[in-house]
């Protein structure tokens, strides 16, 4: 018997999550889990490396309203960083209109 399928929401930030912890591994050269206290590991050089990196390999734009330190203290943070500005950048497409 198969378990409860997951809602398409919660598969998206599994698979950010299970990512984000892959780039700090083999960008970042630093181990982590989804309940690591990022503020402890991220110098103002490795912040730069993982907001460039998030911008790469999730198609995203951070921006400098985002750098914050609760958005970037853990993982999940930046996952639903990541998923907030997914979910911006889909809403900002709005039809052309003429103007009045």
Known sequence: MKGPKLQPADSES?????????????RLAVHVSKATDLSKILDSQKFVELVLHVEEQF??????????????????????LI???????GSLKVPNRAPR
Request: proline share 0%; aromatic share 8%; hydrophobic share 35%.
């Open 14 to 26: 599994q698979r950010i999550h299970r990512e984000l912890i892959g780039l700090f591994s083999k």
């Open 59 to 80: 198609n995203v734009q951070i921006g400098i309203e985002d750098f914050e330190i609760e958005n970037f203290c853990c993982v999940e943070k930046i996952a639903n």
């Open 83 to 89: 998923l907030r500005r997914k979910n911006d950048s």
